[in-house]
């Protein structure tokens, strides 16, 4: 579980978001991203155990970075006022899909994971997948496990488009889920989940239901 300083932290952070605070309080930064790492840690431990893709991933290297990117952002604070970490076979930056853990003050966490927004020759790979084996991903999604803790796959306005992807028609039995530029499952977390005892597991059993569908996509991938 994390520290309630850690949410704490993260929600100071937040409402003084310029570089002269964030350096006065860089102590803080260091005792969250301790904290942060060290539940991360654990997590991927337990993973690992049910998943060995998982096995060869370092904890730091899982975590994302709290400085932002704001070369092509219209927000120009420069630090992220969450902590996030990605568990993806090959590491982060690998392109495969994965795990994801999500924490942010204000009831905003999450767990979840899939493939977000993958690259048009990815994306192509991915839908093949679903039209040749559509009863195989309809199994997965329609599982009592992944119905009680994700629901479906988020088919928000952003992650879907409006009509059937080129090469395909519109009475295509998957065709939902060929219309999604996304293939994400999530599931909100409050802020008393985070700093409740047993959430590391309770994580990683939601990360090992999602792991068919994981395993799915990246099975297209490859």
Known sequence: MLSPSTLQYLVDLKANNN???????????????????????EILKQLADADPDMAPLEPKKCIFRQYRDVRFSNDKTPYKHHMGASFDRGGKSSGFAGYYFHCEPGNNSMVGGGLWMPPADVLKKVRQEIDYCYDELKAITGSKE?????????????????REPKGYEKDNSAIEYLKLKSFVAIKPLTDNDLTSKGITSKIVKDFI?????VKFINRAIE
């Not at 002269?20 to 904290?35: C, K, Q, Y």
């Open 19 to 41: 570089k002269p605070w964030f350096d006065e309080n860089r102590s803080r930064l260091d005792a969250a991203r301790n904290d942060f790492e060290q539940m991360v840690s």
């Open 146 to 162: 992944f119905k009680k803790t994700y629901g479906d796959l988020d088919a928000s306005p952003e992650y879907k488009l409006t």
């Open 209 to 213: 239901v999602l792991m068919p569908l």
